[in-house]
């Protein structure tokens, strides 16, 4: 069955970084678009970053550009969100999404995993 597993969030301070995985199972992996979306308490859930399935394309939130950079192994179908100088107000649930890329039917979400983010 298809499974999105996050990894890699935690605690860090003000200005540092964490680097993100999702390793994903039980689809072709490199013909889906791969995002990150977050969700802090009481807002919305809201796109971070997105990669094409050929990793050639990336879009990114205008708040995370410079600071955020997603990536993706297809030989280990895995996608990567590195975020460097986070700030507080980065603190959210971070979720992995896959939706392919030649019709968008199918999509797909992880479980999430949690980003805090001390001042």
């Known amino acids: 069955q298809v499974q999105l597993v996050e990894s890699g969030g935690g605690l860090v301070q003000s200005g540092g970084s964490l680097r993100l995985s999702c390793a994903a199972s039980g689809f072709t992996f490199s013909i889906y678009a791969m995002s990150w979306y977050r969700q802090a308490p009481g807002k919305k859930r809201e796109l971070v970053a997105t990669?094409?399935?050929?990793?050639?394309?990336?879009n990114y939130e205008d708040s995370v550009k410079g600071r955020f950079t997603i990536s993706r192994d297809n030989g280990k179908n895995t996608v990567y969100l590195q975020m460097n100088s986070l700030k507080p107000e980065d603190t959210a649930v971070y979720y992995c999404?896959?939706?392919?890329?030649?019709?968008?039917?199918?999509?797909?979400w992880g479980q999430g995993t949690q980003v805090t983010v001390s001042s």
């Open positions: 990669i094409s399935g050929a990793g050639g394309r990336t």
């Open positions: 999404y896959a939706e392919r890329e030649l019709d968008y039917v199918f999509k797909y």
